[in-house]
């Protein structure tokens, strides 16, 4: 019995200094500040074609300019040149979750194989609760198309809001969106698909 108590004795007394031993690598030495990993979390969804306003005041449909058809077997809107400029729009709230960082994912393609010269135009449009309409859009740069076979494939282009823009607007803003063509050549612009992606926050976790 002796034996087994003074067994039993010594495995505690080793628990009590090998332990902090096997994790002295996870834990911070005086003074210092614990490492974390921050993650940005993004949220998206989707603009759908048919529910666009041309800028004229009319939707968007198969006898407006630009016009909403298929192309490819899928919806687009279509310019039909680089002289059909008319804009399409969307109004959208942004979400209560909304931190910074409003992109834009467009969907485009063209009856021109080279990309160059077919651009995507946009603006945005801010309006909150309880103050004077915008006046004037914050006008975005155009993107332009990198794809040598733009007449057989679909290209994603990028847009990010400016810094003036980021500015104006936050959680529960009603933001509208307007794209239009901006090409320098006389191929069409196919608009096929719009995703918007915003942080919605941070989410820090223990690396260990």
């Known amino acids: 019995m002796k034996r087994i108590g003074l067994i039993i004795v010594l495995t505690f007394l080793a628990a009590l200094f090998v332990a902090p031993a096997m994790a002295a690598d996870k834990i911070p030495v005086t003074g210092a500040l614990p490492y974390y990993n921050i993650e940005t979390m993004y949220r998206s969804f989707p603009l759908d074609l048919g ?8 939707d968007v449909d198969d006898g407006s300019a630009p016009n909403l058809t298929t192309l490819d077997n899928i919806p687009a809107i279509l310019w039909d040149d680089s002289g059909e400029t008319a804009g399409v729009q969307w109004t959208f709230r942004l979400p209560s979750d909304f931190v910074s960082g409003l ?3 467009a969907l485009v393609s063209s009856n021109d194989a080279s990309g160059t010269g077919t651009k995507l135009d946009w603006s945005v449009w801010v309006n909150e609760d ?3 309409f915008d006046a ?8 332009e198309c990198t794809s040598a076979t733009l007449d057989a494939s679909n290209e994603v282009l990028t847009l990010t809001a400016d810094a003036t823009a980021e500015a104006a607007y936050g959680a529960g ?3 509208t969106l307007e794209f239009f063509n901006g090409s320098t050549n006389d191929d069409d612009l196919e608009l096929k698909g719009l995703d918007v992606r915003y942080n919605a926050g941070y989410k820090i976790t223990k690396p260990w």
């Open 136 to 143: 004037a859009a914050y006008g975005q740069d155009a993107v």
């Open 130 to 132: 309880d103050t004077g």
């Open 103 to 105: 992109t834009v994912y």
């Open 51 to 58: 529910a666009a306003a041309v800028d004229s005041g009319n």
């Open 173 to 175: 803003d009603w933001v």
